[in-house]
């Protein structure tokens, strides 16, 4: 699908249904995919994990939806293009951080 189109589905649906449902929608895919990584840990054998897996996948899918419009609801004196700046920013902070933390751990382990 052409982001554009994508682009006018998440604000329809924040113009539809308003923020603060939008935002309860979002605290229920959050508890979605919590309780399908459950499944995934509890799967007795290969067939109830594909399943599980099938699962997660759909509300990872959901959430990551709810999430861009939680991105596209941030006060909206943060520009377009200041909130990207600002989110490729911060990730790229966090992600520096885990690598140091994963080099510092895998140093630990060697001696």
Known sequence: MRQRKIDKILDDAI??????AQIGQ????????????????????AQQAEQAYINLIDEYVDLEIMLEQLFRMLPPYIAGEQKHSIYEFRRNCKLERLEKRIEQFKESKKN
């Open 15 to 20: 113009l539809l249904w308003g923020k603060p």
């Open 26 to 45: 979002l605290h229920e895919e959050i508890g979605e995919l919590l309780q399908a990584l459950n499944k995934v840990n509890r799967a007795k054998d």
